[in-house]
């Protein structure tokens, strides 16, 4: 009756939590063992334990599954300090608990049908639990709403939860609630934060904007280089940047080649190999911790008509705030030109590339749809937009357009109709 449900909670586990991860199952009260043995499975890693022996526990996890509520922990504070202990700032903790309005439900019928008086346990609203995490360390990044009808009901299941899923306003009347958070940045030692920094530049037919972008970039860190990614150049763009590696030794240029086409492609390859004046502010947002996926807009500052024409404007706008709605988070442009990740968390985005099964010419929403996925913090800061210095935009109006539209889609179907 119940393998329907199952299957749900386990798909979307699958979907959220990546292969090759160290995982933690906490299992808060009475987990479904079918549930446990179809995830280690697939986790073959996956290591059990229940609430009392957090407190023995040694190593550091990537993710930490709770399941069921909080609420039956009797020490909240002790617990999430001993979890704390097992993070490292990449670390994910899910929280996988039924709505508090089904948990009243499920937890009467467990009374009454038990022929001992059983304490009903407090099942707190998704305000309530992201308090409670941030109180303890925490900081939710994404929360997922599940399943409308959990049985199958000869095939009227799925077609509800389809339905149901695709239309935000039946999330409050969906059962389960999966919160994911993070661990906040002060718990971690400054040496486990990133140190050092590449910006990769994808360029094709930019000769005369090279040594600009070169100069105006500033030395932000130590360890910090600048990395073209040059695709198929027929104006001598790869020999300038060359040229310029020579010229300008203290910032550390390399150029690589682009195997595939696209600037996709290009984001791909140059992320693994890893405005010039608002760069550093993208450092400093990921180095102190504050996001690890940062966007920048060109729309949180003045934008004169000539760099960007008033029909371009309008359709970012448009599909950012369609954007936001669909995925609750505020992003006010989703094609800014300037991005920033950890590497870490970008390696574990590169192994899941291509998971929209779509192609992607530009590669922006296949870091942004991945850092969604994996619980990334994802924030955005101002950056300053001019007109170009050499070539012509690249951009075409129409076929960009209908490929933003289908990217869109996609994401909606594959976030939310799971």
Not at 342 to 369: C, H, I, S
Request: charged share 25%; proline share 5%.
């Amino acid at each position: 009756m119940f393998e329907y449900y199952r299957k749900r909670n386990i798909r979307f586990l699958e979907f959220i939590i990546p292969q090759k991860k160290k995982i933690l199952f906490v299992d808060l009260h009475k987990a479904d063992l079918n549930i446990i043995n179809k995830l280690r499975k697939k986790y073959p890693t996956l290591k059990v334990i229940n609430t009392k022996d957090v407190y023995g526990l040694r190593g550091k996890f990537d993710y930490v599954i709770l399941y069921t509520s909080s609420s039956y922990v009797n020490n909240k504070k002790l617990f999430f300090r001993q979890l704390q202990k097992r993070c490292h700032p990449s670390t994910r903790i899910v929280m996988y608990q039924r709505s508090h309005i089904w948990q009243w439900i499920g937890c009467f019928i467990e009374r009454l049908r038990s022929r001992e008086k059983k304490e009903l346990h407090n099942m707190s609203p998704t305000n309530n639990i992201s308090a409670d995490l941030i109180s303890n360390g925490f900081e939710p990044t994404r929360i997922f709403r599940s399943t409308l009808l959990p049985f199958f009901a000869f095939g009227l299941g799925p077609i509800i939860n389809a339905v149901a899923t695709a239309i935000p306003f039946f999330d409050i009347f969906k059962i389960d609630r999966y919160i994911v958070a993070r661990p906040m940045p002060e718990l971690f030692r400054k040496t486990e934060l990133p140190q050092s920094l590449t910006i990769c530049i994808t360029v094709r037919n930019e000769r005369d904007n090279i040594e600009p972008i070169v100069k105006s970039l500033p030395i932000i860190c130590k360890s910090q280089e600048i990395l073209f990614v040059e695709g198929h150049s027929s104006d001598g763009t790869r020999e300038e940047i060359e040229r310029i590696a020579r010229k300008y030794t203290r910032k550390h240029v390399r150029v690589i080649g682009q195997t595939g086409r696209g600037q996709g492609d290009a984001i791909h390859v140059g992320f693994k190999e890893s405005d010039p004046r608002d760069v550093h502010y993208f450092y400093e947002a990921i180095e102190k911790g504050r996001f690890e996926f940062v966007e920048g807009s060109r729309f949180l500052y003045p934008i004169i008509s000539i760099p960007m024409p008033f029909i371009n404007k309008l359709g970012n706008i448009f599909f950012a705030k369609i954007f936001s709605l669909f995925f609750n988070t505020h992003i006010s442009d989703v094609l800014g030109g300037i991005k920033a990740i950890r590497k870490r968390d970008y390696d574990t985005l590169y192994a899941q590339w291509g998971f929209l099964n779509l192609y992607d010419p530009f590669g922006d929403f296949e870091l942004l749809y991945g850092s969604i996925r994996q619980g990334l913090k994802i924030g955005e800061i101002p950056m300053r937009y001019y007109a170009r210095i050499y070539g012509k935009s690249k951009t075409r109006r129409i076929q960009h357009g209908f490929y933003l539209l289908r990217m869109l889609i996609k994401g909606f179907y594959i976030f939310r109709i799971i």
